[in-house]
């Protein structure tokens, strides 16, 4: 059973104008894409990066971005999937940006140690005559 709407009846005459003859609707230009909405990454933000609840945020701009595209909105699909777009980068670079500047913030601070460490271990290898105690 086809439940496929709006439906049309292939036995169903054409419209004709006052004068008799069929009318054409052209469309020019080409045409735009579907509207994306974005849900897989929406859910990989929500599941894995979700700080502040960026992530879900952009789950729930993706699901309205998908009931509009289906209920025919595009143009709030578009709108709607550019908000969960955004949301997901946020979430994305709130996640990804504080441990890799961690990371760098280690590694210069071991490289500062280890420079501090060669030139503080002349002080402990210098050797004390008998006379400085006295």
Known sequence: MDTS???????????????GNTHTALTLGAP???PRDHLIWS??????????CLGFLALAYSIKAR????????EAA?????????????ATMWALVP???LLVLVVTGALH????????AAF???????????
């Open 5 to 19: 709407y709006p439906r049309e009846d292939p036995r169903a005459p054409t419209p004709r104008k006052a004068d």
């Open 32 to 34: 735009r894409p579907p």
């Open 43 to 52: 859910v990989f933000s929500t599941l894995y990066l979700n700080l502040c």
């Open 67 to 74: 009931d509009q595209k289906v209920a025919g909105d595009l």
């Open 78 to 90: 578009r709108r709607l999937g550019s908000k969960a777009k955004c949301y997901n980068i946020l």
């Open 99 to 101: 441990p890799l500047l």
């Open 113 to 120: 140690l280890s420079r501090l460490a060669k030139g503080s």
């Open 124 to 134: 402990f290898s210098t050797k004390f005559d008998d006379s400085d105690y006295d």
